[in-house]
C-alpha cells in the first residue's frame, strides 16, 4: 500500500471521520472471561445490525487509549467495544479496571493472559451482532490480535499498530502466521517500519496491507490522533482497506 494516498472522495471522508467523530454515547459493561476475570468495556453501538470492532490498548494502557479514537472508528460502518486487558495501567484518565480487580482478586496474570480476554469480547461481540468481528491492536496488543485472527474463526479482519516480537517466542506466530486465512493491515511508524516486516513476513503477502509515513508518525493508535503528523495519511490508509473489504473498491 502506497505512502502517499491521494483521492478527493476518500479524503474528504477521512476529514468527516475526524471532524465528525463524536456522536454515539458510550456505555461502560462488563463480560465474563473463561477464567471468570470480569472485563471492564466501553461499548459504542451505532445499530443493532452493524458488526463490532474490538479496540485492544498497549501494554501500559486501558480502554481509555481509545478515547478519542473510538468514536471516528464507528464511522468507518461499525459497532465498537474498547476492553480493558488484565495486563494494563491508567491511559487518558480511564483507569484500568480489569488490571486493578485482577491485582485485587490475586490472579497469577502472565503475559499471554490478555488473550483470553479478547476471546471473551469475540464472544460477546458475536453472539450481539452473529456477525464476524474486527479486531484492532496496539503495540503489545496489536501483535496478540494477528495472532488470534490468524487462530480464530469469528475474526474478519485485523487492524495492527505497531506489531513486533513482544512475547519471547510465547507466541507460535511460525505456524499460525502462515496459516493466515483473513486479510490484515498493519501500520507502524516510520522508525518501526522495517522491523514490523520483518515480523509480519510469514503472513501470505495477498492477505496484508502494509502502510508506513513518509514523516515519523507514530506507535500503535498514537498514530491516528490530531497531534501526530500526517494522521490523515493513516486514515487515509485505513478507510481505503475498510472500503474493500467492505466491496466498496
Known sequence: M??????????????????????????????????????????YVVNDTLPYMILCHDIKSSRGEYKDLAHRFTKLGYNCLAIDMRIGAAKNGVDNETAALAQAKHFKVKLLDPEMDIDAAINYCFTKSHKKVVLV???????????????NTKVATVLAFSPGEL???????????????IPVFVASSRAEAEATKKYVAAIPAAKMALFSPSTDGAHGTDALLNTTPDHHDYWLSILMYIRQLQGGG
Not at 496478540?144 to 490468524?150: D, E, P, T
Open 2 to 43: 502506497s505512502n502517499k494516498l491521494r483521492h478527493p472522495a476518500l479524503f474528504f471522508s477521512v476529514i468527516l471521520i475526524l471532524i465528525l467523530g463524536n456522536a454515539n454515547a458510550q456505555d461502560k459493561i462488563s463480560i465474563l472471561a473463561t477464567d471468570k476475570l470480569m472485563i471492564t468495556a466501553d461499548a
Open 137 to 151: 491492536g496496539s503495540g503489545y496488543s496489536a501483535s496478540l490480535v494477528l495472532f488470534i485472527g490468524s487462530t
Open 167 to 181: 512475547f519471547a517466542g510465547l507466541l507460535d506466530t511460525k505456524t499460525a502466521f502462515p496459516k493466515c486465512a
